[in-house]
């Protein structure tokens, strides 16, 4: 698991790059809590097919979630590997676009949260944790409460963008004419700072989950709930504007700059704004390309465009 | 399947001066804004108020606004808005209903007059606690209740008021306090106590102005930073209360000589 302090990148698959950065939270380093977030990146490749996974959790920060730091890079592991390996059974077979997304949007939530219950119980069993702040009847629940986190999980494949997420925090897609999608909609909890979490007992029916062509390609970001926050919520108009302006930074100075930018820029957010831990995972997709045996419209995006992710 | 991961380093650049390292790329635009939390004082300003009670109420609010000041700079990520209802023959704004930053909060001096509606100042107060009127993403709200009578409204409004309170998501999540003024047989104890959602708190009995003085200090103060801790918690469908949970308040040892 790469420490969350630390800016990561996968390769070019052909498919587009993805970067990743968390910082800990201005609010953290004052009470001298850790960074509750993590994320994880993944590219490669399964039967000839190229993808790229990458996830984001947010680690709930109230006592009765004291576990939660580990929760959180346990569910981006749980999630990375149920995506990679739901790829993996259908790269292979040759599925049909629409069976691939659907079963997706059926098995994603059950699976990952699944994979997730279970690093759990192993983590649990494997070390000694202290009492539990808030005592419950059943160990099993109560582990899961300690270890409570949210999670985002993305894959991108020839032709398919496929998200999921339980909880709070931000999935943006920015196509290349500028327009911004949430994919999504928003976390339904409706007030203050609680969220669906992945140590709900009905954990896998509070899943939202998408489907989107690859198309034109865009940048797809993933960011826990301290950014948008930062600008008083995702639907709010300056975080558009931030969505926008980042956008157009990476156009400008390439990615690698914006990367080499970033852990100071989210410093600077938290500290001056939501105090939270920021975590941003940011993928730079590249258009799908025009196979022959693919009846799709040729993209209109000139290749000069994507010069430079 | 591979995993390539690699550190991009940081840009650096040289001056005159030296060797420095810089951002080189300006910051994304867009206004940053901290998480508000929004106060609301519930004043009793009936007739019975008047003397000495009102004027320890006047001078311990100001009191305590650079208390709470004080106390949440540990959380400069808070912006605190502040409102004050005032209620007699009916409830209406002391403040408000525009929320005011902490920092330019003035209390203006209650005056006295009429009867107890504290029901219609619930009904003002749940109005407000909408999901509508409050950010999303703020923190829970903090309202606290000053009294030293009966609600002269009809009880089965002000009990209606209370159930408005515990049926808004922002009502629930709130930190809602209450104190009560003077003789215990002179306010209505269970009444107040419906309004408050902290059992470590119950309801504060200020028996005299040194205590009343105390009380709203602690309250405000306490209720205030328990708030802007604001840490992120998983929902739990059988749950209906605050997320906030205060301390117990101090004893209090105060003298016989100058009781309300």
Known sequence: MPSPEEFSCTCDTGLGWVFGCSRTGASHIRAGRPCEDAYALWSGSSGAQPCIAFAVADG?????????????????????????????????????????????KTDLPRRATRRWRELVVQDAGRRTLPPAPVPQADVQDQNFTRYGTTLIAALVVNDSILLGQIGDGDLVLVRPDGSIEFPLPRDPVPAGNETHSLS???????????????GKGGILLAATDG????????????????????????????????????????DRYSSVASGDDMTLVWACITPEE?????????????????EGW | MTLYCYRIECVISADKGGTIIEDTIPIPDGQVARKQLHFFWLADCSDSMRGKKIATLNQAIREALPEIQKAVAAYPQVDIRMRAIKFSDDAAWHVGPDPVPLDEFVWPELETSGLTATAKALRLLAGELTIERMPRRGLPP????????????????????????????????????????????????????????QESVGLLKAHSPEELVAYIKWASVSASVAS?????????????????????????????TDLF
């Not at chain 1, 390996?85 to 691939?100: E, K, L, T, V, W």
């Not at chain 1, 709900?200 to 690859?214: G, I, K, V, Y």
């Not at chain 2, 101090?250 to 003298?255: A, L």
């Open chain 1, 290 to 306: 025009i196979r022959p045996d693919v009846p799709e419209p040729v993209p209109d995006v000139p290749a000069s465009a994507w």
């Open chain 1, 200 to 214: 709900s007992p009905d954990a896998h029916l509070l899943w939202r989950t998408a489907t989107l062509d690859r």
């Open chain 1, 60 to 104: 709930h920060g109230d006592p009765r979630h004291d576990q939660s730091r580990t929760g959180a890079a346990l569910a981006v592991d749980a999630a990375i590997t149920e995506l990679v390996a739901f790829h993996r059974s259908y790269a292979d077979g040759n599925i049909p676009r629409q069976q691939f997304r659907a079963g997706f």
């Open chain 2, 228 to 256: 802007s801790r604001g840490r992120s918690r998983g929902t739990t469908a059988a749950e209906e209360t605050s997320n906030v949970s205060l301390e117990s308040p101090p004893q209090m040892i105060t003298s016989n």
């Open chain 2, 142 to 197: 903090v309202c606290i209740l000053i009294s030293d009578g009966f609600c002269t409204d009809p009880s089965e409004e002000y009990n209606n008021a209370i159930a408005e309170l515990g049926k808004i998501p922002w009502g629930i999540k709130a930190v809602r306090l209450a104190i009560a003024i003077g003789d215990e047989s002179d306010y209505n104890a269970p009444e107040l106590l419906k309004f408050t959602n």
């Open chain 1, 227 to 266: 950014i948008s926050d930062s600008f008083n919520g995702a639907e709010s108009e300056e975080f558009s504007i931030f969505v926008h302006s980042l956008v157009d930074r990476i156009h400008t100075y390439g990615t690698e700059a914006v990367a080499a930018a970033m852990a100071g820029w989210l």
